[in-house]
Each structure stands twice: as structure tokens, then as C-alpha cells.
């Protein structure tokens, strides 16, 4: 496993922009796919964005599509979220994750992912 430390999180008024980073130690991270989900009060855990080890392979939930954009720079060991235009409905906290199986960019399973972050907190006010 690796180990996960998301940064970024802050209070941000609607229309703004955030973006989340995600250091990753511990086994190579470069091997691993890399997952973006998030969980707001009350509800479950959900499929935010996800990208392969390459960059090569990416997937966007229908909600975020055309608004965030995942990243990954393995030299650094640190995979990135760019979130534009936020809504209030984008107030979650925010949990980065890795999986070994290259096969897990395709899914929208947090159950896929073997490591996860403590995740950082992103409020979005009206």
C-alpha cells in the first residue's frame, strides 16, 4: 500500500477555484491508479474523478465533467485535483485513494481502492 496526505481544502465562494494535491509515500506510487471521491454530510461516499498510472486513462463523474481536471505527476509522487467553477453542491470532504489494479480507473467503486487519504474539507458558500 501507499500512504495518502490530501492538502487544499478551504472555504471558497461559488464560481472559485480549488486545487487539491495528494502526496503519496510509501510503495511507487507510479504504478498505481489514482482516485478522487468525496462525501458530503449525510450522504455516501462518491466517485469524484480517477486516472490510471499513465495519465492516459481518465473518468470524470457526470456532476464534476467539464469542471475538474485530475492529474498525476509521478516524479513527484503527487496527484492533483483542479476543481473551476465550484457550487455549493461541490462542499464535501474530499479523499484521494490508490489502487493497484489498473482495471479500477473504469470503476466507480470506492471498494476498488486499496489506500486512502484523511481527506481535506473544500466549502463551497453561495
Known amino acids: 500500500q501507499v500512504q495518502l496526505v490530501e492538502s487544499g481544502g478551504r472555504l471558497v465562494q461559488a464560481g472559485g477555484s480549488l486545487r487539491l494535491s495528494c502526496a503519496a509515500s510509501?510503495?511507487?506510487?507510479?504504478?498505481?491508479?489514482m482516485g478522487w471521491f468525496r462525501q458530503a454530510p449525510g450522504k455516501e461516499r462518491e466517485f469524484v474523478a480517477a486516472i490510471n498510472w499513465s495519465g492516459g486513462t481518465i473518468r470524470y463523474a457526470d456532476s464534476v465533467k467539464g469542471r475538474f481536471t485530475i492529474s498525476r505527476d509521478n516524479a513527484r509522487n503527487t496527484g492533483y485535483l483542479q476543481m473551476n467553477s465550484l457550487k455549493p453542491e461541490d462542499t464535501a470532504v474530499y479523499y484521494c485513494?490508490?489502487?493497484?489494479?489498473?482495471?479500477?480507473?473504469?470503476?466507480?467503486?470506492?471498494?476498488?481502492?486499496?489506500?486512502w487519504g484523511q481527506g481535506t474539507q473544500v466549502t463551497v458558500s453561495s
Open positions: 485513494a490508490a489502487g493497484v489494479s489498473g482495471a479500477i480507473v473504469y470503476s466507480s467503486s470506492s471498494g476498488s481502492y486499496d489506500s
Open positions: 510509501g510503495r511507487t506510487f507510479s504504478s498505481y491508479t
